[in-house]
């Protein structure tokens, strides 16, 4: 997937906002050139965070690297026949985790939790499985790919 192309299909980041991210994950990458599956899960899950409006961008780079091990494994999934389900989770607005991970990490304190201090009442979800199949639908769209098949 190219840059420009993946850009088009998020929801909130803006061009600056990408270009910042790009720099924060040590990436020197322009608008043509091609995105390894791994960027292009960090800069879906990063326009996910933004939509959810919790945390700034020192907090969503923190938290795409504390989770980058579990991402790095997941986005080696996406060229394999059957995708595993995949989800990141924020407990609480404070607390993150995600599929394979031990723990949580407080965003607020940037420190590592083994467990939750207290019970959490509210928590959000994204199945980073989907977000990922729906971003490379829109992709296929904007190139005017008939239709993706959604159930794949």
């Not at 326009?47 to 080696?76: C, K, M, P, Y």
């Not at 599929?99 to 980073?128: N, Q, S, W």
Request: aromatic residues 8%; charged residues 25%.
């Amino acid at each position: 997937m190219i840059l420009g192309d993946w850009q088009k299909c998020l929801v909130l980041l803006d061009e600056s906002q990408v270009k910042r991210l790009i720099k924060s994950l040590g990436l020197d990458i322009s608008p043509e050139e091609e995105l390894d599956p791994l960027t292009c899960v960090k800069l879906a899950l990063a326009d996910w965070f933004a939509h959810l409006g919790l945390f700034t961008d020192a907090q969503v780079n923190q938290i795409l690297s504390v989770l980058d091990e579990q991402l790095s494994a997941f986005a080696d999934t996406l060229t394999d026949s059957l995708v595993p389900v995949f989800t990141v989770v924020v407990c609480d607005g404070r607390w993150i985790s995600c599929a394979g991970r031990a723990g949580f990490f407080d965003i607020k304190e940037f420190e590592e939790a083994e467990e939750l201090p207290d019970y959490c009442v509210t928590h959000i979800m994204c199945d980073v499985t989907q977000l990922h199949a729906r971003m490379e639908y829109r992709a296929g769209k904007l190139r005017g790919k008939e239709a993706l098949d959604v159930d794949d």
